[in-house]
Nanobody, 124 residues
Framework: QVQLVESGGGSVQAGGSLRLSCAAS????????MGWFRQAPGKEREFVAA????????VYADSVKGRFTISRDNAKNLAFLQMNTLKPEDTAVYYC?????????????????WGQGTQVTVSS
């Protein structure tokens, strides 16, 4: 089993930045993929970004390309989502997820473990 705990959410004004963290525990990561998803009220959960744990390969949703950066610290089992130039439409609960296989995918159903989520609110 893998446990994921997100942190770093909060409220910012449009144009601001936040950095989300995801702490993973419970198993030694090898060929894992870490992903970030988000869900706004009344909307489906959507893919934001993902990274291969060993390869560092990254994939981003078009809506966040150039503004968000996903990264990881292998030694500390941490994943990050740096969010810059935030927009009101980025407001959502952000979830960290882990997949036990490669390759990197964008589908929520491909991920095996999920965190509890952290709220991000961007005001105009």
């Amino acid at each position: 089993q893998v446990q994921l705990v997100e942190s770093g959410g909060g409220s910012v004004q449009a144009g601001g930045s936040l950095r989300l963290s995801c702490a993973a525990s419970g198993r030694t990561f090898s060929s894992y993929v870490m992903g970030w998803f988000r869900q706004a009220p009344g909307k489906e959960r959507e893919f934001v970004a993902a990274i291969g744990w060993t390869t560092g390969n990254t994939v981003y949703a078009d809506s966040v390309k150039g503004r968000f950066t996903i990264s990881r610290d292998n030694a500390k089992n941490l994943a990050f989502l740096q969010m810059n130039t935030l927009k009101p439409e980025d407001t959502a609960v952000y979830y960290c997820a882990a997949r036990e296989r490669v390759p990197v995918t964008t589908r929520a159903r491909d991920y095996d473990y999920w965190g509890q989520g952290t709220q991000v609110t961007v005001s105009s």
